[in-house]
């Protein structure tokens, strides 16, 4: 493998040490992966499906750390949210592009079917949800390729027929930007066992014969299609820092304790 020499701050950031998982995580270490599958997911990001015999099997919601090695022995990582869950050793990754980054662009451009690197994981309690274990209702916000790390617990969620409500808000910016429409489509056709619920907002183009017309996510739009501060919901935020400050910001003006919000945040504006 060849690698670019620029800089590529893609990956979460650390969860907060003092956040207990609510049972043991699976011991993460490093795995041997091999390249099985490859897709566009949208114009800009591409979808990769991992082999990794070892791998222990993954919470929704967790990430890992992936490393590439060059030929001459340099060695890059970065972190990425895990776009599966389970008990299985295929890992799916979503990987968007990061002009001038180091890593990202390789992985979209340039890698192929059966090129080996290197995943260690899986990583993180914190910012996870798995069937069976809560109550409460679930608030899911991503802001672009944030929509990665929850996908996995929409997927769980309505393969478990959990009868917890789930609602998720989702900004992008035109059609062709959004992350696996084909399992949210699906999700949303099984509402009736798993309780789902979409909303996308686009804020540069919507899609032909929509009922909202573009624009950007305000302090109203996200009022009127998140759940309310009394329902108790549990709530995750996913995406860029400037958008999960500016969402964290319009939750706690509408009422919402913003200490109990789970965040994960993305480098770049």
Same mark, same amino acid.
């Given at each position: 493998?060849?690698?670019?020499?620029?800089?590529?701050?893609?990956?979460?950031?650390?969860?907060?040490?003092?956040?207990?998982?609510?049972?043991?995580?699976?011991?993460?270490?490093?795995?041997?992966?091999?390249?099985?599958?490859?897709?566009?997911?949208?114009?800009?990001?591409?979808?990769?499906?991992?082999?990794?015999?070892?791998?222990?099997?993954?919470?929704?919601?967790?990430?890992?750390?992936?490393?590439?090695?060059?030929?001459?022995?340099?060695?890059?990582?970065?972190?990425?949210?895990?776009?599966?869950?389970?008990?299985?050793?295929?890992?799916?990754?979503?990987?968007?592009?990061?002009?001038?980054?180091?890593?990202?662009?390789?992985?979209?451009?340039?890698?192929?079917?059966?090129?080996?690197?290197?995943?260690?994981?899986?990583?993180?309690?914190?910012?996870?949800?798995?069937?069976?274990?809560?109550?409460?209702?679930?608030?899911?916000?991503?802001?672009?390729?944030?929509?990665?790390?929850?996908?996995?617990?929409?997927? !769980?969620?309505?393969? #478990?027929?959990?009868? +917890?409500?789930? &609602? @998720?808000?989702? =900004? $992008?910016?035109? *059609? /062709?930007?959004?992350?696996?429409?084909?399992?949210?489509?699906?999700?949303?056709?099984?509402?009736?066992?798993?309780?789902?619920?979409?909303?996308?907002?686009?804020?540069?183009?919507?899609?032909?014969? !929509?009922?909202?017309? #573009?624009?950007?996510? +305000?302090?109203? &739009? @996200?009022?009127? =299609? $998140?759940?309310? *501060? /009394?329902?108790?919901?549990?709530?995750?935020?996913?995406?860029?820092?400037?958008?999960?400050?500016?969402?964290?910001?319009?939750?706690?003006?509408?009422?919402?304790?913003?200490?109990?919000?789970?965040?994960?945040?993305?480098?770049?504006?």
């Amino acid at each position: 493998m060849t690698l670019p020499t620029t800089d590529d701050r893609s990956g979460p950031e650390a969860r907060p040490a003092s956040a207990a998982p609510a049972r043991p995580l699976r011991r993460p270490a490093w795995h041997p992966a091999t390249v099985a599958a490859l897709a566009p997911e949208t114009p800009n990001a591409r979808r990769l499906v991992l082999d990794v015999p070892t791998w222990p099997g993954n919470d929704p919601g967790q990430h890992l750390d992936l490393r590439l090695t060059a030929e001459d022995g340099y060695q890059a990582t970065r972190s990425y949210s895990i776009a599966s869950s389970g008990d299985g050793t295929r890992v799916t990754l979503a990987v968007d592009r990061v002009e001038d980054g180091e890593v990202s662009p390789f992985l979209v451009d340039a890698v192929e079917v059966g090129d080996a690197l290197d995943v260690h994981g899986p990583l993180g309690g914190w910012f996870v949800w798995r069937p069976g274990t809560d109550t409460r209702p679930v608030q899911l916000i991503a802001g672009g390729s944030g929509i990665v790390p929850l996908l996995p617990m929409v997927t !769980a969620h309505a393969e #478990a027929e959990d009868p +917890t409500p789930f &609602r @998720l808000l989702y =900004a $992008v910016r035109t *059609p /062709e930007d959004v992350f696996f429409r084909r399992e949210l489509d699906a999700a949303v056709a099984t509402a009736d066992r798993a309780p789902f619920d979409l909303e996308v907002v686009h804020s540069r183009r919507a899609p032909e014969g !929509a009922a909202t017309p #573009a624009g950007r996510l +305000t302090r109203e &739009r @996200l009022a009127a =299609a $998140v759940l309310p *501060p /009394e329902a108790g919901a549990r709530v995750y935020v996913c995406g860029s820092t400037p958008f999960v400050e500016q969402v964290l910001r319009w939750l706690g003006e509408l009422g919402h304790d913003t200490t109990e919000v789970r965040a994960e945040r993305f480098g770049g504006a």
